[in-house]
């Protein structure tokens, strides 16, 4: 068994051919280990734009890369030739910190090779979730590499530019602070059909009341000052992809405005919550017209 720790790099172009932004691939850095996490070699090129002939500001800053180096890549399907043979059909579990790079991957073949399918991607494990898993860390929030390379005592001072190699070698790095076969290999997902409407599926803020994957329970609010359930005064309303209404406590007479989100991920939805105090002159005016519109609770 081999693990590589891919890191690509991309700007974002302009297709006229989809009218539309699309993540295009401009460096490749992998690094390949053996079961005892032993470095067998590296590999990073630069990809040859076709779309973007300029790189965005951004994407110049963050990395170094220059407009020049673009124009003198490796053309696209050559790169990934290279880079398969550089696999050498080897078993080997193909890793990235988070799963926008094989997202963006999977969106270049389709663009360039009208297959969403990667040939040599066979076995992914998404680096970040178990990361993060390790550390005990909500799945909620998403851990970048140099946040995750502090948390394990790794010194990052300098560490200046995204560059791919550079950061397949510091995700590796963390990775050897965690490495644990068995645990890895159920964190391994083969990369079959499922996997693909997997990574095809985009995560969203739910906004219609009657979406079945709203868990109706969690509408509610307790009290923060005495943990009471506390009354609802309005109607939800969709605010900012949110639902929000007016809450008030019978037992402390706090009131104020609590406010649910339901982001839904392909086999999940999470919630966030936020509850806003509304001041006792405000109370007034706002209980009014809540009672003036509609009362419920
Ligand atoms: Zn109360």
Known sequence: MYYVVLDLEWNSSYSKK???????IIEIGAVMVNAGFEVIDTFSTIIKAQLGKRLTSRVKALTNISNEDIRGGVPFSKAFEDFEKWLGGKDTVIMSWGDSDVRVLSDNFLFFNNDERVPFLKKYLDMQKYFQHCYNLPSSKQVGLITAAELCGIDTSDVSSHRALEDSLLALRC???IFDEEKMAAFTQECNEDFYKKLRFKV????NLRDPHIDKSLMRCDCQNCNKPMQRLSEWKCVNQAFRALFYCRECSNMGLFTIKFRRHFDRVDTHTTFIKLEPAEEESVLTAAQNSSVTG
Do not use: G, P, Q
């Open 204 to 207: 969203h803020n739910i906004t």
């Open 175 to 177: 990775l050897k602070k």
């Open 18 to 24: 989809s009218k539309s932004f699309i993540n295009e």
